[in-house]
């Protein structure tokens, strides 16, 4: 049986990259400060491995116990971590670091691996944490992964768009879910055919293994659905699995600001359409799970949680004044 290493693996795209480890026949060890509870504690075949990603001798110790084939680096959030866990995982079958759709300097339909230019990364940007040099540092970590792979390291990357899927704590689809569930009427910022390309979890995790197991050195590998849908379509999808009918109501900037509010206030609008080429990485035989099925399942896992998205929620109220002008048009 083949051992994979996972550095963080307990909360959304870690733990389930575990769980399609487990469902693919591997002995995992996930890497971490223990600092979030750990779903697995109980789990035959996932055995927790205590420390911190940001000490080398920590990882190195961790190395040296599991002797892993592969290895899935889940939180490296500054190039300098994957200079080095490139360094330390030097001689495994695989090492996987996760980059983002965010790397990619320019707006352009779809964004490509080899072609479409990075963000560049200031020695400044490399070790701030601001949001703003978030696009930077994932795309200086992938310069990271193409040099590892120049000096002979099985080294590659995956990007991925918006993740959305059970245990997304980001809850940024959760305000969405939380909206279809709780009223009739919708706004929608703009026309509501904004595109902002998102990426199922478990297609996530399928795509990290499989390019750990089939991806070539020193290439990046962009993760989303393979079925790119609307804002529209996205709380059509929603409305499905909750088995309910939402009328939506579009608003511009100028009818939005009658109320104070503006289409930027709403998670995952955005103006310019973020879409990423998805062949390269089917090339290897990944597939994403067909969206309909993908949001039942986000849904059902939804309605057990606590989550509701509020901390995106640009105010009920507001949202009722617009709509009230609306209705007066
Ligand atoms: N969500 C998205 O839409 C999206 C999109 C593109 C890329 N990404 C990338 O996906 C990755 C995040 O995935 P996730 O949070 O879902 O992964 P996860 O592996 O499920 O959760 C994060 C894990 O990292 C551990 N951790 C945090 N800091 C650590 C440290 N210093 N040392 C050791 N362990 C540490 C946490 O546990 P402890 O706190 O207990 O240590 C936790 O287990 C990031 O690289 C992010 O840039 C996400």
Not at 268 to 279: A, C, E, G
Request: charged share 30%.
């Amino acid at each position: 049986m083949d051992s994979a290493l996972v550095i963080g693996g307990t909360r959304f795209i870690g733990r389930h990259l575990v769980n399609d480890l487990l469902g693919n026949d591997y002995d995992v060890t996930i890497f971490n400060r223990g600092n979030h509870d750990n779903p697995f504690a109980d789990t035959e075949g996932v055995t927790h491995f205590e420390g911190d990603r940001t000490n080398d001798s920590a990882l190195e110790a961790a190395k040296s116990e599991v002797s892993p084939d592969i290895v899935i680096d889940c939180v490296a959030y500054e190039p300098h971590e994957v200079r080095a866990a490139t360094e330390i995982f030097a001689d495994v079958d695989g090492y996987v670091y996760i980059s983002s759709g965010s790397a990619y300097a320019t707006e352009v339909i779809p964004k490509r691996e080899n072609e479409t230019e990075l963000c560049d990364c200031t020695p400044e940007q490399a070790t701030d944490d601001s949001h703003d040099s978030y696009g930077p540092r994932k795309a200086e970590g992938d310069r990271a992964i193409f040099e590892a792979a120049e000096r002979g390291v099985n080294a590659m990357s995956v990007r991925p768009c918006i993740v959305y899927g059970p245990h997304d704590y980001t809850e940024r689809l959760d305000f969405w879910l939380d909206r279809v569930n709780e009223y009739d009427r919708l706004l929608v910022p703009s026309d509501g055919q904004n595109l902002w390309h998102r990426a199922y979890v478990e297609d996530v995790a399928s795509a990290l293994r499989i390019v750990a197991e089939e991806g070539e050195p020193g290439e990046s590998y962009n993760v989303g659905d393979r079925q790119l849908v609307t804002m529209d379509e996205m709380l059509g999808l929603i409305a499905d699995a909750f088995e309910t009918d939402v009328e939506l109501v579009h608003a511009s900037d100028r009818e939005l600001s009658t109320a104070g509010l503006s289409v930027d206030d709403y998670i995952l609008y955005r103006d310019y359409p973020h879409v990423l080429d998805t062949s390269k990485l089917a090339s290897l035989g990944w597939e994403s799970t067909p969206v309909a099925e993908a949001m039942e399942r986000t849904v059902a896992e939804h309605l057990e949680s606590e989550r509701d998205g509020s901390e995106h929620d640009p105010g009920r109220e507001s949202e009722e004044r617009v709509l009230g002008v609306l209705d007066t048009i």
